[in-house]
């Protein structure tokens, strides 16, 4: 059975889709834009600061479902430009310092809303 994961903590999804769901101890976690859940407000337009923000958003999914970034097993990464891709990996490593989950990086033509950086995530209870 799905159970669908929903947070006023990361922003309300912008289309006809979940911020997360599980199933069987799986938790899949939509990409996250660098949104301010309480704003509605995107992050400024800098790589680092999209990318603590775009984290933050799954911390705040994974808290609802009783979870921590060390649940995280998988994430991918899409960027609007791999060539700041440096600068995404130094913000990046300060939300998993223990382990970190396996990872995929891609460069993309555009992103919604015009953010440069969106991540999702896959995390097992």
């Given at each position: 059975m799905k159970?669908?994961?929903i947070t006023e903590h990361a922003p309300a999804?912008?289309?006809p889709y979940s911020q997360g769901t599980e199933a069987n101890g799986v938790i899949f976690i939509s990409g996250q834009l660098p949104i301010d859940a309480k704003t509605g407000m995107m992050a400024p337009a800098d790589v680092k600061s999209q990318t603590a923000a775009s984290l933050k958003?799954?911390?705040?999914i994974l808290a609802k479902?009783?979870?921590?970034m060390?649940?995280?097993?998988?994430?991918?990464?899409l960027m609007t430009d791999l060539s700041k891709f440096s600068e995404m990996n130094e913000?990046?490593?300060t939300f998993f310092t223990k382990a970190a989950p396996a990872r995929a990086a891609y460069e993309v033509k555009a992103l919604p809303k015009g953010?440069?950086?969106e991540?999702?995530?896959i995390a097992i209870r």
């Open positions: 159970n669908i994961i999804a912008i289309g958003n799954i911390e705040a479902a009783g979870l921590t060390d649940h995280v097993m998988k994430t991918t990464v913000v990046y490593a953010a440069m950086v991540i999702e995530a």
